[in-house]
């Protein structure tokens, strides 16, 4: 896979240990670009990702930073959980990343975001637009299919990883996040994907 970017550029990639960013980090190592890998972590994670964020990292040999982000300090549009939750998570996210970037210097920030991923359903995009952030796999045309064949043949363990979204996801729009409530909505997850995670 050749992805048309330019190799002068230091890049970051927001990094979730999820089975396209992975197999993006694995590329563009793979291709000889200067990359590095951060991972968000907040109480909305399922730490399951963040794990194999790091596992794949190491088995890379990519350098990574696993940034903490407290979501109960600020972050009130977030935590009110409107529907458009995703597009305020995805700016907190770039944006920070965008800071540790800055202090690296690395001026282009990359997702794994494929071509299977709707627009439409996904208000994410805005901040995708929004902060410049540059999605190779989409600009590629690869899909989620195509990205899962690719990471078997490069033998990813990520391959075959069944994907979840984070637990804002488990809460009824406009149902606000509290501690209280992420913890049982954590428990009622964990309960019923056990055998998966």
Request: hydrophobic share 40%.
């Amino acid at each position: 896979m050749t992805f048309d970017l330019d190799k002068s550029v230091r890049y970051g990639l927001a990094y979730s240990g999820g089975v396209d960013s992975c197999y993006l980090l694995a590329e563009l190592l793979r291709e000889g670009f200067d990359v590095k890998a951060y991972t968000i972590l907040d109480a909305l994670q399922i730490e399951r990702d963040t794990d194999d964020a790091v596992k794949v990292a190491k088995l890379l040999g990519a350098e990574h930073e696993v940034i903490p982000v407290d979501i109960w300090e600020g972050h009130e549009d977030l935590r009110a959980n409107p529907w458009n939750r995703c597009y305020f998570c995805k700016t907190m996210v770039f944006s920070t990343i965008l800071e540790h970037m800055r202090a690296d210097g690395r001026t282009v920030l990359l997702d794994g975001t494929n071509a299977s991923d709707r627009e439409d359903r996904r208000p994410g995009f805005r901040a995708i637009h929004e902060l410049g952030i540059v999605s190779p796999l989409r600009d590629a045309g690869l899909t989620k299919d195509q990205v899962r064949e690719n990471s078997r043949r490069l033998g990813l363990p990520t391959a075959d990883k069944k994907s979840f979204a984070c637990y804002g996801a488990y809460f009824n729009p406009g149902e606000a996040i509290t501690p209280r409530s992420l913890e049982e909505t954590r428990a009622r997850f964990m309960a019923a994907h056990a055998s998966e995670l």
